[in-house]
């Protein structure tokens, strides 16, 4: 999957706010204003760092990723975070050295959900908050996939080609729903206190407290 997201790096900001209609940065700041606690934030999945670009937290701002393509731009982009090529499912970091993590389109593409949970809960604090915004596997799921299927597809097609346009409509249709996320989240000892939903309930953003 690195290999993708490697090769779509240089597009990827522009295909993003058309695809979403210029929403992506709405969703993406209520997913910041949700976390409340200061401290140092984790961006899992920080693709070219826009959520960190975007957080005003004290503390330190790390992301991680596993596409270098996508952390170069990051590093261009936000010349004070800092970046590091690792997998969400084993993490790098000492126990407690979070305040709060955001995933930002990140959730459905990591592979062993679990495994990731109880990293990132070992990686927070005592009361840390993990904030979660990603498509919903909801009625308007099938709206999007027709969308993506026909009148985006030459858009689509023309910006990243034929390969990586059918794995972002596979990951679509491979979205889950709220309350399944919501089961991963307290299966592995989290909270959900906040859940909004966008754009007729395509998108959603959460966030969960470290009980
Ligand atoms: C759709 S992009 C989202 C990027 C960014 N967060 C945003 O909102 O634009 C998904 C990103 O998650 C990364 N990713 C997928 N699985 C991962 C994992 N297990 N560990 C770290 N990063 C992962 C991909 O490399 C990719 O950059």
Redesign the pocket.
Known sequence: ??QI?DEVSKL?DPF?KAITFGG?DRW?KALIEFLDKEGNRL??????G??LKKSTNRGLKVG????MG?LKKAKDKCPYCYFLL????NMPFKELSFRTIT????FR???DKRA?LKEAYRVLEEGGQIGI?DINKFAGTKLLSFLMRYPLKPLGLLLFGRERWDFFLHSLENSLSTLEVKRYLEGEGFRVSRLNRYMLGIVYVLRADKT
Do not use: C, K, R
């Open positions: 999957m690195s997201f990827y993003l992506i993406q961006d899992v999945g920080t693709g070219t826009e959520v991680i990723d596993l596409s996508m690792a997998d969400a499912e995933l930002s389109l990140v593409h990591i592979e990731f915004l």
